[in-house]
Structures are given as structure tokens and as C-alpha cells.
């Protein structure tokens, strides 16, 4: 399906925020969003496609409003464009698999990577790790 066909399937199916920021490259407010203090157990995934991108073991507080990880889930989970809006030379940071923009991610992040990945709560849904 080409990216016209998805975003135009996409506008029906998601809120008009999450569709602002996962196909306008749109951000969320610094602090609103619901992912940006939650650390339960689970996975991040794609609010479009459902790909898992990031998980609870890699999530760590940034303080800066923002859910913060300091790797994908695996290398293939995202891919990297460069991105010079706003004045600014950053890497924006898109699922793989749908192209939803998803964030940015910077080199001020923790160990073992080095790497913050700051993305938008309305680009993500939840999976909780399920209990034995």
C-alpha cells in the first residue's frame, strides 16, 4: 500500500492528533503525553501499524516531556531520515514498517547506546507484559 492509501485509511481510523503527528510530523506538548511517566512492563507498538518499536526494559525518564528510550525494540523496528525543519539539523525517527513519524532521536541519551529516542505518546499504544 503506498503512503497516500495509508495516510488516507489512517485519517479515518486515528484521532485527528495521532494523525497529526504520525503523518504531519507533528509533537505533542512537552509533558501530556500519557506514556511520558508510565514505566509499567510491556511494549511500545506503532498506534498505526501495531509494529512493536521500544520496550519498558530500554524506557528511561529524560525530563524532557517526552517518552524517552535508549534503543528499539531491534535495529529493523525503525528507520532514521534526516530532518531540517524548524531550523535545525535532527534525525527524525519513523516505524519501518508504515513510515509513521514517530520522534527524534539524539546523542545525549544513557548507556549502553548513547541514544535518546524521544517520541510522541500519540504515536505509540501500549502492550502490557502479560503475568504467568
Same mark, same amino acid.
Request: contains cysteine; glycine residues 6%; positive net charge.
Given at each position: 500500500m503506498n503512503q /497516500? #492509501?495509508?495516510? !488516507?485509511? @489512517?485519517?479515518? !481510523?486515528? =484521532?485527528? /492528533?495521532? @494523525? $497529526? &503527528? *504520525?503523518?504531519? #510530523? +507533528? =509533537? !505533542?506538548?512537552p509533558g501530556s503525553g500519557k506514556y511520558n511517566k508510565h514505566f509499567k512492563k510491556g511494549v511500545y507498538k506503532c498506534v498505526v501499524? +501495531?509494529?512493536e518499536l521500544f520496550s519498558s526494559d530500554t524506557k528511561f525518564d529524560s525530563k524532557t +516531556?517526552? %517518552?524517552?528510550?535508549? !534503543? %528499539?525494540?531491534n535495529k529493523k523496528a525503525v528507520e532514521y531520515k534526516k530532518d531540517s525543519s524548524l531550523g535545525l539539523e535532527r534525525t527524525e525517527v519513523? *516505524?519501518? $514498517? *508504515?513510515?509513521a513519524h514517530l520522534g527524534h532521536v539524539f546523542d545525549d541519551g544513557p548507556e549502553p547506546s548513547g541514544k535518546r529516542f *524521544? &517520541? $510522541?505518546?500519540?504515536?505509540?499504544n501500549f502492550k502490557k507484559e502479560p503475568f504467568f
Open positions: /497516500d #492509501k495509508i495516510k !488516507e485509511k @489512517y485519517k479515518k !481510523e486515528l =484521532t485527528q /492528533d495521532q @494523525y $497529526n &503527528i *504520525c503523518f504531519l #510530523k +507533528g =509533537t !505533542e506538548k501499524c +501495531g509494529q +516531556g517526552w %517518552p524517552s528510550f535508549f !534503543e %528499539p525494540v519513523v *516505524c519501518s $514498517n *508504515c513510515k *524521544c &517520541i $510522541n505518546s500519540l504515536a505509540l
